[in-house]
Nanobody
Framework: QLQLEESEGGSAQVGGSLRLTCAAT????????MGWFRQAPGKKREAVAY?????????YYDASVRGRLTISQDNAKNLIYLQMNNLRPEDSATYYC?????????????WGQGTQVTVSS
């Protein structure tokens, strides 16, 4: 069974950058979609970005992060990245890597344990 593990998150100041890595235990192209989600205290888990592993790596972003966060993949290493630039306090959350068939919260079949990102002003 596929297992996903996120790298340690971290802290940054407003306007700063962080990069998250998700390591998969098997070929990530076995899953149609890989995604990053986040959940802040008291809020629902929400999608941040998806990447379609087969369709030339086409990407989808939530409007709140478009232009600041970038998802990418390294198929040879079974890694998914989330580059986060120009961070805002509202980006603070636990970030989860996920894999599945359909690009939606319910469409993800496998989840990582999550990693904390804190953005301070």
């Amino acid at each position: 069974q596929l297992q996903l593990e996120e790298s340690e998150g971290g802290s940054a100041q407003v306007g700063g950058s962080l990069r998250l890595t998700c390591a998969a235990t098997e070929d990530i192209t076995k899953n149609k979609v890989m995604g990053w989600f986040r959940q802040a205290p008291g809020k629902k888990r929400e999608a941040v970005a998806y990447i379609y592993t087969h369709h030339g790596g086409s990407e989808y972003y939530d409007a709140s992060v478009r232009g600041r966060l970038t998802i990418s993949q390294d198929n040879a290493k079974n890694l998914i990245y989330l580059q986060m630039n120009n961070l805002r306090p509202e980006d603070s959350a636990t970030y989860y890597c996920a894999a599945g068939i359909v690009a939606s919260l319910d469409g993800m079949d496998y989840w990582g344990q999550g990693t904390q990102v804190t953005v301070s002003s």
